[in-house]
Structures are given as structure tokens and as C-alpha cells.
């Protein structure tokens, strides 16, 4: 289901990533896979392969014939396919055991200790996803370099994905309507995003139109209100609440508003 955020994994899913390790790569089973479900219940299961392909083997089967896709597949199709694949069969291999070491950083006044990959043990999932990057080990001792003072304000400023954990935390939304909540703010211009850090920044307009809304229609836009109507539609949803009634009281509601 492609606008899920479920992160469970079945036991046909698990299979999956056991035949892919054993049968393609030829790697002990015993040794890499490790099924992990991450997660119980839930209607629908995380975004995963339904079989043990890889991008090499679809696109040769695609070339022979074999797989007819539905429509023509661009590069980025094939890019997603393969960040999808290789993720979600390193989510069932083993832990990788890496050496890491510790650097504590002094600068005016204030300490922070830092922690750096420096060396791999046991690759582990790495040897299907490598996403981590081994740096130069520090030899011990005391190090002294220029810094650069980069004063920044004191407004937190939100990238779209600490707003989506913010909307699940309070709950806000749905996960089919998360990411479109923040698409319509970035197409009405009400907010950009940084090209450089990806924080999204209120624009004038967004500013004045929340303004508008907060000043003149709070109770019907304010986050406790959006959290009740979440509730009632849940309540709609189990047969506890009759949709006619609460459209008939909404409406009531917006028709009384001057």
C-alpha cells in the first residue's frame, strides 16, 4: 500500500528477504538474515519487494521479457525500486559491529563529545546497504584548529519531516494526508524550503493568512479543534457516531460563524 507508514513486516515479507539472502546471493542463511517483524497489528504492512528481485535481475527480466510492467520505467522508477529493495532486505539481516571512537570537543567554555566510525568488525547489513562511512582514526591526544562563529535565531525552524513527527505526536492528520498537508503549504507559498538545510520557512503570506485565520476563526482552525474532528471521524469509522448528524452539526456550526 503505497501511502502507508507502517513499518511491520509479515511472515511472507521475512521469506522474502530469507530467499533473496540464501538462493540470489548465495550467503548462508544462518550468518546474515535475521527476521525482525519491527512492528505488530495494523492494516496494512511496511512498503517492501513481493518477491526476491533485485533492480539487476528485474531489468534483465524486463529486457528478456519475462516482467511486462504496467507502464514504461524512467530511471527514478528504478532508483526507487532499488533504494526500496536494498533497505528492506537489510532490515532483516544482522546488526554490523563497528569500531567507533570517542572525540570531546572544547570551545569557549562548553564541552560536546563526538562520536566517530573508524573501522568495521562484521559488515553485517552493510554488505547490502552501506551507508555508513568509516573515517580516519585520530591518533590520541590534543588537537587545536580555527573555528567559525555562525550566529542563528532562536525561532526552531521545522524540516517536513520534524513537522510529520510533530502531527503524529499531537495527533494531527492521518499518514495518507501528511505529506500533503505540507505539499499544499509549499504550493500555496504559505511556506519554502531551504535548499541548504531543508528547513521550511514561513513566508510573508503564510504569515498573514495565519493571522487572518487565527484572528477571525480560531475555533474552527486551532490544533485541539483538528484533533477532535480526528476523533470523531475514528468514532464515524467504528459506527459509534452517525456521519449525517455530525455533517448536519458542523454545518449548523459554520453557519452561525458572522
Known amino acids: 500500500y503505497h501511502r502507508t507508514d507502517s513499518v511491520r ?24 538474515f535475521k527476521p525482525r517483524s519491527w512492528s505488530v497489528g495494523g492494516a496494512h504492512e511496511c512498503i517492501r519487494p513481493t518477491r526476491p528481485i533485485d533492480t539487476e535481475r528485474l531489468l534483465k527480466l524486463i529486457n528478456e521479457g519475462i516482467i511486462t510492467p504496467i507502464k514504461p520505467l524512467t530511471k527514478n522508477h528504478i532508483k526507487l525500486y532499488d533504494l526500496i529493495f536494498k533497505r528492506f532486505i537489510a532490515s532483516q539481516m544482522v546488526e554490523a559491529k563497528v569500531i567507533k571512537q570517542k572525540i570531546e570537543v572544547n570551545m569557549l567554555g562548553a564541552k560536546k563529545e563526538l562520536e566517530r566510525i573508524v573501522g568495521i568488525v562484521e ?12 573515517e580516519k582514526k585520530l591518533d590520541t591526544g590534543k588537537y587545536y584548529g580555527k573555528v567559525e562563529i555562525i550566529e542563528k535565531p532562536k ?6 519531516g520534524d513537522v510529520v513527527k510533530l502531527m503524529k505526536e499531537r495527533g494531527v492528520g492521518r499518514p495518507s494526508t501528511y505529506a500533503k498537508i505540507i505539499q499544499t503549504l509549499l504550493q500555496r507559498n504559505y511556506v519554502i524550503e531551504s535548499k541548504k538545510s531543508k528547513r521550511l520557512i514561513p513566508t510573508e503570506l503564510g504569515v498573514k493568512v495565519y493571522t487572518c485565520l487565527s484572528r477571525n476563526y480560531f ?3 486551532s490544533e485541539e479543534r483538528t484533533v477532535m474532528l480526528e476523533k470523531i471521524m475514528d468514532e464515524i469509522e467504528e459506527g459509534k457516531r452517525n456521519y ?8 449548523e456550526e459554520i453557519k452561525s460563524i458572522p
Open 155 to 160: 525561532v526552531h525552524l521545522f524540516t517536513q
Open 9 to 32: 513486516v509479515s511472515t511472507f515479507g521475512q521469506y522474502i528477504a530469507k530467499a533473496y539472502l540464501e538462493d540470489v546471493l548465495g550467503i548462508e542463511t544462518s550468518k546474515l
Open 123 to 134: 559488515p553485517g547489513f552493510l554488505k547490502m546497504y552501506p551507508v555508513i562511512q568509516v
Open 219 to 221: 475555533q474552527l482552525i
Open 244 to 251: 449525517v448528524d455530525v455533517l448536519d452539526e458542523l454545518y
